[in-house]
């Protein structure tokens, strides 16, 4: 089983919608959880970055996590078509840092 | 916010020839330096670990002969992909950490490897 499994997609939405992107994982000792956002021939960006349980919200993203159910979400508002790009979900325990294999997303003018 | 700087974006190589990727921490002291290689529509996959100071740890299946990696200063870490071949086409991240910087984890831009 892998440390972390993320639907790879593709998923495709028109400009407004709401998007939910989730990741589940087995590691109960995942402390940290983040989401990055990777576009085309670029390194990741740190989009939101969560510790333990619970909701944070930026902007139009907003994050749970859910350590019971060993589930994570990202919602994106509103979206737009610069949202378009891959989406990686990541935890870490320590130093160790385990990624999803990303979700590609674009959103349709 | 803290930046990582990988240089360079884009190099094409001659099969049997060495390629040196730089990756620098601008505004902050990268305790620990991480190499990634991505394929496409892949996720990252971790090469190894470096520690300034010490000799890098590389996750299983990744050959330290081939891959050379030097952390020699808080600021900069290199990989030096030696003998290429065409198989080590990809795209390669650093990213760096240091628990100054409340990021953990930054990300340079890549670099995009093609050999010839």
């Known amino acids: 089983q892998k440390e972390v499994e993320q639907d790879p997609g593709p998923l495709s939405v028109p400009e407004g919608a709401i998007v939910s992107l989730n990741c589940t994982y087995s590691?109960?000792?995942?402390?940290?959880f983040m989401w990055y956002r990777q576009y085309s021939r670029k390194g990741p960006e740190l989009l939101m970055y969560t510790y333990s349980s619970g909701n944070k919200e930026d902007g139009r993203f907003t994050a749970q996590v859910d350590k019971s159910s060993k589930y994570i979400s990202l919602f994106i508002r509103d979206s737009q078509p610069s949202d378009s790009a891959t989406y990686l979900c990541?935890?870490?325990?320590?130093?160790?840092?385990?990624f999803g294999t990303g979700t590609s997303l674009t959103v349709i003018p | 916010g803290a930046v990582v700087s990988q240089h360079p974006s884009r190099v094409i190589c001659k099969s049997g020839t060495s390629v040196k990727i730089e990756c620098r921490s601008l505004d902050f002291q990268a305790t620990t330096m991480f190499w990634y290689r991505q394929f496409p529509k892949q996720s990252l996959m971790l090469m190894a670990t470096?520690?300034?100071?010490?000799?890098?740890?590389?996750e299983q299946g990744v050959e330290k002969d081939k891959f050379l990696i030097n952390h020699a200063s808080l600021t900069l870490s290199t990989l030096t992909v030696t003998s290429a071949h065409p198989e080590d086409s990809s795209f390669y991240i650093c990213?760096?950490?240091?628990?100054?910087?409340?990021?953990?984890?930054?990300f340079g831009s890549g670099t995009r490897l093609t050999v010839v």
């Open positions: 590691n109960s000792a995942f402390q940290y």
């Open positions: 990541a935890m870490s325990a320590g130093n160790q840092f385990y």
């Open positions: 990213s760096a950490s240091s628990w100054d910087n409340n990021y953990g984890y930054t």
């Open positions: 470096s520690n300034e100071g010490s000799k890098a740890t590389y």
